[in-house]
């Protein structure tokens, strides 16, 4: 397969085959197979209902026929699930961002004893775990619908996000400051306020600009399921096959995200 | 033979970078190019193949115009002519192997070059190369895990397994040691009279220049000022080429019968 | 001299010192304007905020013990999740990879290709895989079909951005030395641009897998198939042990989806 004697002492024609990317023959075959057979299974078991499917052309023509142009008279409706959206971002941000401090903290391997870090990182790994849409459904059986479970569940979602960064970023912080706060006697909190926090400072406003965005995004989403906002609004357009509304709908938010993700970038080009 | 007449090269608008260029190399001399930088030395060269668009002007290899080329004509013509860099333009992740067959791409179809199904001749020619300058050993390492003087090896043999009708360095040691530089300028003149074939070197070096090479052609502000051979090349071809703009210590201090200047070594390194 | 000019830029910073701070708070209040804003106008009964903690603590006792019954049929749906995270984030690769190289400065063969490279990045990205089923759920119907649609319809975007960014950071020169052999543009591709973005290439791809077992476990609620249809049923019903034990799963789900692209990123890059 692969030369490996000398030059010059060699005879007759050499060969040369490109070495295998996984060297053990078995090794390669074998996971080519199991990709096959995994291809194999997933679509043998997966629940297609080709008949519906087939359905799919006319139904695309219908809908996308329906479509356009998008129609904008209900603009008052538009306007009032946009504003939502906003403000369950807005709020939700704040909060989780406020709240994503503590849970930080608590989930920094340096600076809490064993027992609150575990605590800390299981919180940030269930809402890290969720998809947002999931918690939205569960605050809007708890609380019912509405803006407040969005505000609830995205909460939730940037504990996860803005949680899990800062805290790996308080474990990389530059344990000098910390000991010199020590040694001048400061008590736990002091050494938290003084010492860690001004280090993490630049990158929460950065993560939470980010979070801000990803947040907008997001809250279109929740409304889907009962969580207020946008969503919400596009649910129903698509329920009662309104789909020039819905375009419509679909056209502002993609516009409404792209703008925020270059007000985000900007801002966060701006920090850093 | 390679006839240059009237090359033209301006970026832009610009003042031109080369200006009605007249070149011919007959036989198969080796010709060495030197210039300050910004003197137009790798823009002629990349003109010669067409990595660069020439403005205006003809070019002719062997009696075929080649600046008129498009194509595959064009991508005929380039695989005439072999390249080294300065650089060594390697790809990192791929093998030795790999790369010394890349130089067959202008050949082989499709399917062979990405199956790496080359022809016995190929690989033949390549491990026959390979031996030639001493690096068939690594026929299966990586590019990225050579050392500088073997990677420019590798991109020799690469060059010559175009099977070339000239061959064209672009400062082929100035990223090597002044010892492994020595290596691969002996290697390239050895190489151009055992294969018969014209080799066209920029090089800031000039002693080497006048070591291995049997012509030099200097240009300064894309004219040729000196034409001749490398006994004729005295201090005041030298200073009309780098006018005291630019040369470098060693190269003053080889410079037989003429005294190195004492108050150039402020203002030697002030490239234009 | 250099005093001079060392005490002007001294100057000139303490000036924009002053304007930073005065942004600063100029962002303060408006950002606390905005917060008022948003309290007052948002459309909540405030009394249910008061009365939040309750509900969600009562919701959580109702769950409370999760109710291992029909754990396997959440094993069923949970694997029909990653079937379709997984056959998605596969297909999106040969429609990714075109958009990619169409959407790169340097590889892209035309403006007009570039722009339409770009659009298709955006108009992905933009959309969210809830909005992408929606939309697929109501042309195929209910089904994975739809889900597997609209986990594509988002990837392609995340993996063509990024794949379109490891294009345009490649080493120029083993193109250039590529060109130079004569070598026409797809082997250019296989031999300059391939090789130097396969690393990229495989941590994306894993990225986005890990990011769509997540994604898929959503697509349910709007019907698109997966474990989302189970715990949209056991919602509807109010089985909320069930729903507890199916949350769980889901969580397992994720860490193993976790544990297994940090497994192949070790491995493969």
Same mark, same amino acid.
């Given at each position: ?272 | ?272 | 001299?250099?005093? $001079?000019? +060392?005490? &002007?830029?001294? @100057?000139? #910073?303490?000036?924009?010192? *002053?304007?930073?701070?005065? /942004?600063?708070? =100029? ?27 309750? $509900?969600? +603590?009562? &919701?959580?006792? @109702?769950? #409370?013990?999760?109710?291992? *019954?029909?754990?396997?049929? /959440?094993?069923? =749906? ?36 570039? #722009? ?154």
């Amino acid at each position: 397969m692969t030369r490996s004697d000398i030059p010059g002492t060699h005879p007759g024609p050499r060969t040369w085959r490109k070495p295998p990317f996984i060297a053990s023959p078995l090794l390669r075959y074998g996971l080519w197979l199991m990709v096959v057979i995994y291809l194999i299974w997933a679509f043998a078991t997966l629940p297609f209902n080709w008949d519906r499917i087939a359905d799919g052309l006319p139904r695309a023509a219908r809908i996308f026929g329906g479509g356009f142009p998008p129609s904008f008279e209900r603009g008052g409706l538009l306007l009032t699930g946009f504003k939502e959206s906003f403000q369950i971002a807005i709020l939700a941000t704040l909060l989780g961002v406020m709240l994503s401090i503590p849970f930080a903290v608590m989930a920094a391997k340096n600076v809490v004893p064993k027992p609150i870090y575990y605590f800390g990182r299981s919180v940030i790994i269930v809402s890290r775990s969720f998809h947002p849409v999931i918690v939205a459904i569960l605050f809007v059986a708890a609380v019912g619908f509405g803006p407040l479970a969005g505000i609830l569940t995205l909460t939730v979602y940037s504990i996860g996000f803005v949680g899990k960064l800062l805290a790996e970023e308080i474990e990389e912080i530059d344990w000098g400051q910390v000991e010199a706060m020590k040694a001048t006697g400061a008590g736990y909190f002091s050494i938290l306020v003084y010492a860690v926090f001004p280090q993490i400072l630049p990158r929460q406003v950065g993560l939470s600009m980010y979070q801000l965005d990803s947040n907008l995004r997001a809250s279109a989403v929740v409304g889907i399921v009962g969580a207020g906002g946008i969503g919400g609004t596009l649910m129903n357009a698509f329920g009662r096959y309104d789909y020039d509304f819905a375009f419509a709908i679909l056209l502002i938010i993609i516009a409404v995200i792209l703008v925020s993700e270059g007000i985000s970038g900007w801002v966060r080009k701006k920090i850093w | 033979m390679l006839e240059i007449s009237k090359l033209v090269k301006r970026y832009g608008n610009d003042e031109p970078v080369l200006q009605e260029l007249d070149l011919v190399v007959k036989g198969s001399s080796v010709v060495s190019i030197v210039g300050a930088s910004g003197a137009g030395k790798s823009t002629m060269l990349r003109c010669i193949n067409r990595l660069v668009e020439p403005t205006s002007g003809s070019i002719r290899l062997n009696g075929n115009e080649l600046v008129k080329l498009r194509g595959a004509a064009l991508r005929r013509a380039r695989r005439k002519i072999g390249m080294v860099f300065q650089g060594f333009n390697l790809i990192d992740r791929l093998t030795v192997m790999e790369n010394v067959l890349a130089g067959r791409l202008g050949y082989v179809s499709l399917y062979q070059a990405i199956s790496r199904r080359y022809p016995r001749e190929d690989i033949e020619r390549a491990f026959t190369l390979m031996e030639r300058v001493g690096i068939a050993h690594y026929a299966n390492k990586r590019a990225d895990e050579l050392s500088g003087g073997e990677r420019q090896r590798v991109g020799v043999v690469r060059a010559l397994m175009q099977e070339p009708e000239i061959l064209l360095a672009d400062e082929p040691t100035a990223s090597l040691d002044p010892r492994t530089s020595e290596q691969i300028m002996k290697l390239l003149q050895s190489l151009a009279s055992e294969l018969s074939l014209p080799v066209l070197i920029n090089i800031h070096n000039v002693a080497q220049a006048k070591t291995y090479t049997e012509r030099i052609v200097g240009l300064r502000h894309g004219k040729m000022i000196f034409d001749g051979a490398p006994s004729d090349f005295n201090k005041d071809a030298l200073d009309a080429i780098y006018g005291g703009i630019e040369a470098h210590d060693e190269e003053i201090t080889e410079q037989p019968g003429a005294s190195p200047k004492q108050g150039e070594k402020g203002v030697s390194n002030d490239q234009i | 001299m250099v005093d $001079q000019a +060392s005490a &002007l830029a001294d @100057r000139v #910073w303490q000036r924009y010192e *002053r304007k930073e701070r005065l /942004i600063r708070y =100029a962002v303060l209040l408006v950002t606390m304007m905005v917060v008022y804003w948003a309290v007052r106008d948002i459309d909540i009964f405030w009394p249910w905020v008061w009365d939040a903690p309750n $509900q969600i +603590s009562s &919701l959580g006792a @109702r769950m #409370w013990p999760p109710d291992p *019954r029909g754990l396997g049929s /959440i094993v069923n =749906a949970l694997i029909e999740t990653v079937h379709i995270a997984t056959l998605a984030t596969m297909l999106t690769i040969f429609i990714a990879l075109p958009v990619s190289y169409i959407a790169a400065q340097n590889t892209t063969p035309n403006r007009a290709c570039l #722009w339409l490279g770009r659009f298709i990045l955006v108009s992905s990205r933009s959309v969210n895989t809830i909005i992408w089923a929606l939309l697929f759920v109501a042309i195929f119907g209910p089904g994975v079909l739809a889900g597997i649609l609209a986990i594509m319809f988002r990837s392609i975007g995340f993996i063509g951005k990024l794949m379109g960014e490891a294009i345009e950071e490649i080493d120029r020169r083993p193109v250039e030395a590529m060109e130079a052999t004569g070598a026409s543009k797809l082997k250019v591709i296989a031999y300059a641009v391939v090789p130097q973005v396969m690393p990229a290439f495989f941590a994306i791809v894993i990225l986005r897998w890990d990011i769509n077992i997540r994604e898929s476990t959503v697509l349910g609620l709007v019907g698109a198939g997966g474990i989302g249809v189970i715990l949209q049923g056991a919602i509807d019903t109010f089985a909320w042990p069930t729903v507890a034990t199916i949350l769980i799963a889901i969580i397992v789900l994720v860490l193993i989806g976790e544990a297994i692209t940090s497994v192949l990123r070790r491995k493969v890059i």
